[in-house]
């Protein structure tokens, strides 16, 4: 079955410094990858997404995401930081390609706290 | 496209009571999803429909909760009796199996059992 494991559960950069999150996942054929950005009190907001193809992918935001299969990882980076960026990060990956059940199934989140 | 909708967005209740818990999804979308999300448990998926019917109901927490998608355009989820623990946030969220996979995610009801 497919997982997906974030392994940071908290981390904390400045404001315009670089950051990268984490995200393994666990699936035998070529996933579906998403990111989606969670800030306090709002709804899950899809930052962006992989299905095949070039391997990094861009997003709103300033965000992008690179697809390495032979590592299992979709890692989330921007180049520089801003405080408005403070939220939780959720990486998900769909269950199933060709018979789509729909499903996501998402990581434990990671939150960014960005420092001043 | 106004997004995903649900209603209300806050609702108190005391314990015992009712609550029900509205969603329009995305026009043209054919999945509906409701999550549950608490600081102990994370996002829970509690059911999910495709077409108006319900395809995997097993992440429901008992029966107190229930779920119906009368039409495309509407689906309600009900807790009674609501307890204490049933407080979290409840999100609704729609995609379409028509390309890919990805939810769209409502702005959520935060739900309080006192």
């Known amino acids: 079955a497919q997982s997906v494991t974030q392994p940071d559960i908290h981390i904390t950069v400045s404001e315009g410094a670089s950051l990268e999150l984490r995200c393994n996942y666990s699936?035998?054929?070529?996933?579906?990858l998403f990111w989606y950005v969670q800030s306090p009190g709002q709804g899950l907001q899809l930052l962006l997404k992989?299905?095949?193809?070039?391997?990094l992918v861009q997003g709103i935001k300033g965000f992008e995401a690179e697809f390495k299969r032979s590592q299992s990882s979709f890692n989330l980076r921007k180049p520089s930081v801003h405080w408005s960026d403070a939220a939780e990060y959720f990486c998900?990956?769909?269950?199933?390609?060709?018979?789509?059940?729909?499903?996501?199934?998402f990581g434990q989140g990671t939150t960014l706290q960005v420092k001043p | 496209d106004a997004g995903v909708i649900q209603s209300p967005r806050h609702e108190v209740t005391e314990m015992g009571q009712e609550v029900t818990l509205r969603c329009k999804p995305i026009?043209?979308?054919?999945?509906l999803f409701w999550y549950r999300q608490t600081m102990m448990r994370g996002l829970e998926l509690l059911i999910y429909?495709?077409?108006?019917?319900?395809?995997?109901d097993s992440g429901m927490p008992e029966d107190r909760f229930s779920a119906k998608m009368p039409n495309a355009s509407f689906s309600t989820l009900k807790i009674q009796p609501s307890e204490p623990r049933d407080s979290a946030v409840y999100f609704c969220?729609?995609?379409?199996?028509?390309?890919?996979?990805?939810?769209?995610f409502g702005p959520g009801t935060r739900l309080t059992v006192t």
């Open positions: 969220a729609s995609s379409s199996s028509g390309g890919a996979p990805e939810q769209y």
């Open positions: 699936y035998g054929a070529t996933p579906y």
């Open positions: 992989y299905f095949s193809g070039d391997t």
């Open positions: 998900a990956v769909a269950e199933g390609t060709s018979s789509n059940t729909g499903k996501l199934i």
């Open positions: 026009s043209g979308h054919d999945y």
């Open positions: 429909f495709n077409n108006n019917v319900p395809i995997d």
